[in-house]
């Protein structure tokens, strides 16, 4: 008798299993990568694979997500212990060692779509977020709208990941993950099957209550807002504070917060359960709050999240806000062309 907050367990079994998806959105007609037909068998089957797609590759747990069991793989020599240590971490992190390849795509942009649909075959996107500022597949900071689309792109894009939940008769909140090369082409990831993390920069830009719409739709009611009625409006960005050491390769650092305070004001929010005399387990997740800036242009936004992480003291702990910080005064971020990658060449040079 308890109504389950969030998709059908047969649709997140569905479209959590990463090569039925695929099969979902290949049907659907969306844009995709090459990719092995299914999991791989073994790594005879590995190898001949990556020779038919062509180096580079990337190994993908068929379970995964949050960047678990994911290797890529740049020349043949490496294919057979990079596939083995994908499948063990799989193994571990899943409870299934299977895992599929596809082509791999060199410093992509990362973009996904805010999908809700209700129950009654009504489904309405709720525009992008640029979450290409991320290290090891773990997003560090998202935005709303990307400066990489234009309302063009934006349209196509957004049609295909309506396409993709009405195919999988979705219902509920969902998002859809799209890859965007260089030339402007973009290709389906994945889908999740929940709320995000970063769902804060898509309220502020839509004024769309996520968790009230999960609410809506759960209850038996329609969706509040038609697609004609989405408008995005100024431009929000989202920090996400972690518990680690950007100096010491991101070491986690738990431990007790001894003291601490967080901005506020005008276009500013956070999300935090964190406080004066929390102590920071060793078993979880590092992020300690989202801190979420709204401002009537992308420059407005990134003057504001500068204040907003320049008031952030959190004592006795070793948090990233610095790397934050030195990450809004990269020319790279600044001009809207970081990708995947921007991350990892920032950390070298720092």
């Given at each position: ?80 212990q ?13 409870n ?10 060199e410093?992509p942009?990362?973009i ?12 309405v996107?709720?525009g992008e ?29 957004a049609?295909a990941?309506v ?13 859809v ?6 030339q402007?082409?973009f290709?389906f990831?994945?889908?999740n ?9 898509t309220?502020w ?12 739709v ?12 989405v ?38 929010r ?6 004066d ?9 590092s992020?300690?709050?989202?801190l ?7 420059e ?23 790397y ?6 990269e ?5 809207g ?5 921007f ?5 070298e040079?720092?």
């Amino acid at each position: 008798g308890i109504i389950f907050i969030g998709p059908s367990s047969e649709v997140i079994r569905l479209m959590s299993d990463k090569v039925a998806a695929k099969e979902i959105a290949e049907r659907s007609g969306v844009p995709m990568l090459g990719a092995s037909k299914g999991a791989v068998r073994d790594v005879d089957d590995a190898r001949e694979t990556a020779d038919r797609l062509g180096y580079p590759v990337i190994i993908k747990a068929v379970s995964g997500g949050g960047g678990r069991g994911m290797r890529i793989v740049r020349k043949k020599s490496e294919l057979a212990q990079l596939y083995k240590f994908a499948a063990a971490e799989a193994q571990v992190a899943f409870n299934d060692p299977s895992v599929f390849i596809e082509k791999y795509l060199e410093s992509p942009k990362h973009i996904e779509f805010q999908i809700v649909a209700d129950n009654y075959g009504n489904v309405v996107h709720l525009g992008e977020r640029e979450c290409s500022i991320q290290r090891k597949h773990q997003k560090l900071m998202e935005e709303a709208p990307s400066p990489a689309l234009d309302d063009r792109l934006r349209k196509k894009m957004a049609t295909a990941a309506v396409a993709l939940a009405k195919a999988a008769r979705y219902q509920n909140l969902g998002t859809v993950e799209f890859l965007l090369d260089r030339q402007k082409r973009f290709y389906f990831m994945e889908m999740n099957t929940r709320i995000q993390v970063e769902h804060p920069v898509t309220e502020w830009v839509t004024g769309v209550d996520l968790i009230q719409e999960q609410l809506r739709v759960a209850s038996g009611m329609p969706l509040s807002v038609t697609q004609g009625e989405v408008r995005l409006s100024g431009h929000a960005i989202e920090c996400r504070i972690n518990a680690e050491n950007p100096a010491k390769n991101f070491r986690p650092c738990p431990g007790k917060i001894t003291e601490m305070h967080l901005p506020g004001g005008f276009g500013v929010r956070v999300d935090t359960a964190a406080y004066d005399g929390y102590v920071i387990p060793a078993f979880y997740d590092s992020m300690l709050a989202k801190l979420i800036v709204h401002g009537r242009t992308r420059e407005e936004a990134i003057a504001r999240m500068r204040s907003a992480l320049g008031e952030v003291v959190i004592e006795g702990v070793d948090t990233n806000v610095d790397y934050l910080y030195s990450i809004l005064n990269e020319e790279e971020y600044l001009a809207g062309r970081a990708d995947i990658e921007f991350v990892e060449r920032l950390t070298e040079r720092l």
